[in-house]
């Protein structure tokens, strides 16, 4: 046995060593253990490249298409399909341009400056030029539009009309009017820039008489050959203006984004105006050599020819575009046949807003009419064009991607501000654009849907192409594909599916978007659950819990209203759970329409709207009120922080950070405003609830929700009413009145007061008091400064926030019409 043993030795260590035996020399065959080592290697290392191969995966799941067919076919959109709509005024940043519907098309635009001490180049919609008024004051969405810009003692009038014809888009002609703003005024001399400009496809080619560009000859893939003429001015009555000036520029720009850039660059004050008879005086005008975009610091991209007349107003300066493939046309759309083309179409515009609103029969005078007009025209000259793609963020990538790149048509809540698509704006602005044109409503929300990736999620702000993103701040480029928003197109495909005339197309139309709206609300349903069955959780709120008084939650697209103070995933957001009631009731009927199993929708939707159910996770009993529920703490507050610095050093500014004076604890949110009213807003609770009894005292209470201008947004009683949520974020949604909340609340006391209920007179009094007080105050605050505004106070009624705001502020055409 012993001998054995030794024998069994040297081998055993030689296993251990890892070595091929006694004897093995350098040419000897590997041993099982370096094998073994070897394949757990490999499959280490296969391990960690299919982990990461799965992460790369996962991570380009936010960049891959939706697998269903687009809504909208290559082409449905284009010239030939849809030549209506293949141009409009679909620049909403710009105070007056065009574009077709096309991904890089040459667009055309004015800017103008008033020759003035200091004279201000104006071109973009901008909050900081000041202007008085400005938006349109027609505009029926296919083909004409008048707007009045005022500007420092000067007014213009832009109008537009489009002529069909041939397979390009027909032709379309401008008009520009200006005249001083009193009987008797003489403005200062005025210098009017009208531009067109490549975007980066197409040619264009200048035609000169001297200093003057008479015309621009060009082409583009989808316009093919046209030609753009800028005649000479006149005088109101048609009369040859006596004496203008005239400068062009032929330049290259970095891109559409950066032309004002390029104008100002070229501007010099050594031309003289000279009219027979007056004085002479210098002025700004664009050089006539070709300016180098690369003293912007970017390389060429896009090609500027612009043509500047200066004169001195009264006056009209008209151009046309003409589509070579219009053939026949019955001559140039100019002067008198100008004239008597707008008000054709001035006329049908009118006897079909009030067939369609029936303000004149409702009683309302004729300024309060023109009022509702404005308001329809400027959601409907707000209308953009744009495409490019996102910025978006995986939660299983660490560096941004592009999106996919596409092409969005939809209206904007603020040609200054956000001339851009917002997802849950969108909806309602559909509300209103669905009663005026329900084939228009239908393809914009076709647009959205085909921005869908294979998720089933849709950035929530859409900031296409270079022009689009000159406008946002750097820090809200990046879209994560956590982040939903509010899913008010359900709202709006709600409006659609109760249309009367639901033919084959409308039906057709249903079965392309369903794929996709399926998608959509799974989305929901899988990543905004909440802890409990039934329950919902709005994702994205604000990480960092030191900076903010209340953490915001952007994707509820309420912002800064008050949630929990301690965002934590046990809580339940009450507006969120409603959202998802009403979109699955769409999801049912839309089934239904199809022959699409509706089962588990309807089942969704009854147990939503089960108001024990509602009443059991989000009624508060010791506050009287329906809330969010979360890791909360009333006992918080901003205060200066105490930093200490070695002696000798400064003293840094001392930043205002949270103090937390009472630890959180799982508890309903005590914030009465939109949130709690969200059970009444879409309509959820039973005629017969008790709950609905008290909802509709807290709104009627001046102490909490009611004011003489309509519904604040946070109770008085809120220890977060009106309060800052940083040291320079001031209150947004904590106390100010918005119109499309407050359309809402109109809408329910509309609904709950034709059901038979033991609220029903108390719903129908709120409803015609609430109504009346809206319509008051947002007309009387256009009429006092020529604007609908993004919000208005709740202690003076007067508009705030953004100006112009037309999107969802222009629900009141639909308030007057009692449309709902």
């Not at 014809?165 to 200006?178: F, L, M, P, V, Y």
């Not at 100008?338 to 008000?343: P, Q, R, S």
């Amino acid at each position: 046995m012993a001998r054995e043993r030794r024998r069994r030795g040297p081998e055993k260590a030689a296993r251990r060593d890892g070595g091929a035996g006694v004897g093995a020399g350098p040419a000897a065959r590997p041993g099982r253990g370096w094998a073994l080592l070897a394949l757990a290697a490999l499959g280490l290392a296969a391990g960690l490249a299919y982990g990461l191969y799965g992460r790369w995966r996962l991570a380009r799941r936010v960049v891959t298409p939706h697998p269903a067919p687009r809504v909208l076919p290559a082409g449905t959109t284009g010239p030939r399909a849809a030549p209506e709509r293949f141009w409009g005024s679909y620049r909403p940043h710009v105070y007056f341009g065009m574009r077709p519907r096309s991904p890089r098309p040459p667009v055309a635009g004015l800017m103008w400056l008033l020759q003035t001490a200091e004279p201000q180049l104006r071109h973009t919609c901008e909050q900081s030029d000041g202007l008085p008024r400005y938006g349109w004051l027609l505009h029926d969405g296919l083909r004409f539009g008048a707007q009045e810009i005022r500007d420092r003692g000067l007014v213009l009038r832009t109008e537009f009309v489009k002529r069909l014809g041939g397979e390009h888009g027909g032709d379309w002609s401008w008009r520009i009017t200006a005249r001083p703003e009193g009987v008797g005024d003489q403005t200062s001399l005025l210098s009017l820039f009208f531009y067109v400009a490549t975007d980066g496809q197409g040619t264009l080619q200048p035609h000169l008489e001297g200093t003057r560009l008479v015309s621009v000859t060009g082409t583009s893939e989808e316009l093919g050959s046209f030609n753009i003429t800028f005649h000479k001015p006149t005088t109101e009555s048609g009369e040859a203006l006596k004496y203008a000036s005239y400068n062009h520029l032929d330049a290259r720009s970095p891109g559409l984004h950066r032309l004002t850039d390029v104008v100002k660059n070229s501007l010099s004050n050594r031309f003289v105006y000279a009219a027979p008879g007056g004085p002479k005086r210098r002025y700004f005008a664009v050089h006539t050599f070709p300016v180098l975009s690369e003293e912007l610091g970017q390389a060429p991209h896009s090609h500027l020819l612009l043509h500047q007349v200066t004169l001195q107003p009264p006056c009209h300066v008209e151009v046309t575009f003409e589509s070579g493939s219009f053939l026949g046309r019955p001559g140039s759309l100019v002067g008198r046949a100008l004239t008597e083309e707008l008000a054709h179409h001035v006329a049908a515009f009118e006897q079909r807003f009030e067939e369609t609103f029936a303000l004149g029969r409702k009683g309302f005078p004729l300024q309060q009419q023109r009022f509702a007009q404005a308001a329809l025209s400027n959601m409907l000259g707000g209308m953009g064009y744009f495409h490019g793609h996102s910025l978006v963020q995986s939660a299983h990538s660490q560096q941004p991607l592009p999106y996919l790149e596409g092409s969005l048509f939809t209206a904007v809540p603020s040609r200054s501000f956000f001339p851009r698509g917002f997802l849950w704006d969108e909806g309602f602005h559909q509300l209103l654009l669905a009663r005026w044109d329900p084939a228009l409503s239908r393809e914009v929300i076709a647009y959205w849907l085909d921005l869908m990736n294979v998720e089933g999620w849709i950035p929530r702000e859409q900031i296409l192409g270079d022009e689009a993103r000159a406008k946002v701040p750097p820090e809200f480029i990046l879209q994560h594909n956590e982040a939903a928003n509010p899913p008010t197109l359900f709202l709006a495909l709600e409006q659609l599916l109760r249309e009367p005339a639901q033919g084959p197309a409308e039906l057709a139309y249903l079965r392309r978007l369903y794929p996709r709206l399926r998608t959509w609300y799974e989305w929901y349903n899988s990543t905004q659950v909440g802890p409990l069955p039934y329950t919902f959780r709005w994702r994205g709120r604000d990480p960092d819990t030191n900076l903010f008084l209340n953490p915001k939650t952007l994707t509820s697209g309420l912002d800064d209203y008050p949630r929990a103070s301690h965002p934590s995933p046990a809580e339940r957001h009450l507006d969120l759970r409603c959202w998802m009631a009403l979109a699955s009731g769409v999801m049912a009927e839309v089934a239904e329409q199809l022959g699409e199993p509706a089962a588990e929708y309807r089942l969704m939707q009854q147990a939503l709207s089960d108001n024990a159910q509602l009443e059991q996770q989000h009624w508060a009993e010791q506050l009287g009120m329906f809330a969010d529920y979360g890791n909360h703490s009333e006992a918080v507050v901003l205060e200066r922080e105490k930093v200490r610095v070695p002696p000798g050093r400064p003293q840094p500014p001392a930043r205002l950070v949270r103090v937390v004076r009472k630890p959180p604890m799982l508890q309903f949110v005590g914030a009465l405003g939109y949130v709690s009213l969200f059970p009444l807003l879409l309509q959820l609770l039973q005629p017969s609830s008790p709950h609905l009894g008290r909802i509709l005292g807290d709104m009627r209470s001046e102490q909490k929700l009611w004011t003489p201008y309509g519904l604040r947004s946070l109770a008085p009683t809120s220890p977060l009413y009106m309060k800052h949520n940083t040291e320079h974020d001031p209150p947004y949604w904590r106390g100010a009145i918005w119109v499309n909340m407050n359309y809402l609340a109109v809408r329910a006391l509309h609904h709950y007061a034709r059901r038979e209920g033991p609220y029903r007179h108390q719903a129908a009094e709120l409803y015609h008091e609430l109504r009346a007080n809206l319509l008051s105050n947002l007309y009387r605050q256009y009429a006092e400064s020529g604007y609908l505004w993004e919000q208005y106070s709740d202690s003076t009624g007067r508009g705030q926030g953004c100006y112009p705001f037309t999107g969802w502020s222009a629900l009141v055409v639909l308030l007057m019409a009692e449309e709902y």
